[in-house]
């Protein structure tokens, strides 16, 4: 088993070189640093400690300041165990390229909040007639047997929706950017921008499949040639390469007195 942690970016599209336009979600991935290396005889379970994402030193408490010492790391925000994953010392550095083009993963993460909503929206109920008739439009439904005096647990009932761990399996990567630290991942994962999750091997170990050739988009730039203006001569303002040398004056002839 292997993984890494990362933040969700945004969705955007990509074509290959076949023609397909490739819905893809992109997870930034920066450095991740191994915290504890946990083993079955000290802790009963075999698993590595991430983290990722600087985070201020006034924020972590003295108890967490000394793991990340051992680790020779500064405090970091986003912390998770994944299960089964070794061969890593406290320290080593994770980085994108542990995944390669064509590998199937699972992304693990929080989904977004809806609020308060109805047991329509909720539990996808039918609604009841929408004429003006029906007593009836878009209710929760009957809430059980009368004998308990009181409704059963487990009722399907009107309540806050989302904000919950959300696992979406078998998603291809599509490409990976080592100089962003960026993992392209077909599809949509859960939760909003900004997101922290969990990305993993597939727990279903489906075969790789052959990498996506995709287009690479070059953008040409041509310099500009210079542009001469040409200057138009404005009335009432003497060029300046004009000769504006005063010219000899000729005695006038006098004038005939009567």
Do not use: C, W
Request: aromatic letters at 4%.
């Amino acid at each position: 088993m292997k993984g890494i942690l990362g933040r969700k970016i945004g969705m955007t599209q990509i074509f290959a070189t076949d023609g397909r336009l490739i819905p893809v979600t992109v997870v930034e991935v920066e450095h991740n640093v191994v915290l504890r290396v946990l083993s079955k005889e000290q802790n009963g379970y075999q698993a590595l400690q991430l983290a990722v994402e600087d985070k201020r030193i006034s924020l972590v408490s003295k108890p967490d300041q000394g793991q990340f010492k051992k680790a020779n790391t500064t405090p970091k925000r986003f912390v998770k165990e994944i299960r089964n994953m070794d061969g890593y010392n406290p320290g080593d550095i994770i980085k994108a390229d542990i995944f390669t083009a064509g590998e199937f993963v699972d992304v693990t993460g929080t989904s977004k909040g809806k609020g308060f909503t109805g047991s329509i929206k909720r539990h996808n109920y039918s609604r009841g007639p929408m004429g003006h008739g029906s007593g009836y439009h878009r209710g929760v439904g009957s809430m059980g047997a009368i004998a308990p005096n009181r409704i059963l647990k487990s009722k399907k009932m009107p309540g806050h929706m989302g904000t919950e761990k959300v696992t979406i399996q078998n998603l291809e990567v599509i490409a990976i950017d080592t100089e962003k630290n960026a993992l392209l991942v077909k599809g949509s994962i859960p939760g909003p921008k900004k997101q922290f999750v969990v990305i993993k091997e597939a727990i279903k170990g489906l075969k790789p499949n052959t990498p996506t050739e995709l287009v690479k988009r070059t953008v040409e730039t041509k310099t500009p040639e210079p542009t001469v203006k040409e200057e138009k001569p404005v009335e009432g303002v003497v060029d300046a390469a004009v000769d504006t040398t005063p010219t000899a004056v000729t005695d006038a002839p006098a004038s005939k007195t009567e």
